[in-house]
Antibody
Framework: QVQLVQSGAEVKKPGASVRVSCKAS????????ISWVRQAPGQGLEWLGW????????YYAQKFQGRVTMTTDTSTSTAYMEVTSLISDDTAVYYC????????????????WGQGTLVTVSS | EILLTQSPATLSLSPGERATLSCRAS??????LAWYQHRPGQAPRLLIY???NRATGIPARFSGSGSGTDFTLTISSLEPEDFAVYYC?????????FGPGTKLDIK
């Protein structure tokens, strides 16, 4: 069965960076991509962007361009998301979700999610 | 970017009642729309994909309808575990967008 296991909770100071990992199993990692979604306290779901584990292409939501970097390590079937220049508004639970391998795809829905990683930004 | 709006923001109902949740897109998304259930402390759960198809393992009391810009999620008879937040999501165009959510709470 598909499993996405994320790294543990993090506490960071404003201005710092954080990297969250998402280790995939139960499917061929390079046949798919990974999207990242977050939920801040009291807020809704917000999509940050996507990376293809097939070819390494990325697509970032405009709001996060320049501050978020997504990478993959195909040797360990792991996706990573780094957020830099953290502010208090970045306090959220961050989720990874299995997505399609190619940008522009229509109709691929998030049936498989990681358990979430709480990132707290506080001085 | 395609904007999704959901109504109502909060819906207060009792177990056994019927729930009707709406999602409207700022432009057509054809039928490339999904519904997710999100309970506190859990990952979101895919309920409905492509507007009207139940995901694997989703009970028959959940149904979706609509196309173009207007969509509906219906829960025919609420169970205690259905009280959660529901989000719509479009996969017609990039970037992926979610609606702001409808909180379904117990009356």
């Amino acid at each position: 069965q598909v499993q996405l296991v994320q790294s543990g909770a993090e506490v960071k100071k404003p201005g710092a960076s954080v990297r969250v990992s998402c280790k995939a199993s139960g499917y061929t990692f390079t046949n798919y991509g990974i999207s990242w979604v977050r939920q801040a306290p009291g807020q809704g779901l917000e999509w940050l962007g996507w990376i293809s584990a097939y070819n390494g292409h990325t697509y970032y939501a405009q709001k996060f361009q320049g501050r978020v970097t997504m990478t993959t390590d195909t040797s360990t079937s792991t996706a990573y998301m780094e957020v830099t220049s953290l502010i208090s508004d970045d306090t959220a639970v961050y989720y990874c979700a299995r997505d399609d391998a190619l940008v522009g795809t229509r109709g691929f829905y998030f049936d498989d999610w990681g358990q979430g990683t709480l990132v707290t930004v506080s001085s | 970017e395609i904007l999704l709006t959901q109504s109502p923001a909060t819906l207060s109902l009792s177990p056994g009642e019927r729930a009707t949740l709406s999602c409207r897109a700022s432009q057509t998304v054809s039928t490339y729309l999904a519904w997710y259930q999100h309970r506190p402390g859990q990952a979101p759960r895919l309920l409905i994909y492509s507007a009207s198809n139940r995901a694997t393992g989703i009970p028959a009391r959940f149904s979706g309808s609509g196309s173009g810009t207007d969509f509906t999620l219906t829960i025919s008879s609420l169970e205690p575990e259905d009280f959660a937040v529901y989000y719509c999501q479009q996969r017609f165009d990039w970037p992926v967008t979610f609606g702001p959510g409808t909180k379904l709470d117990i009356k």
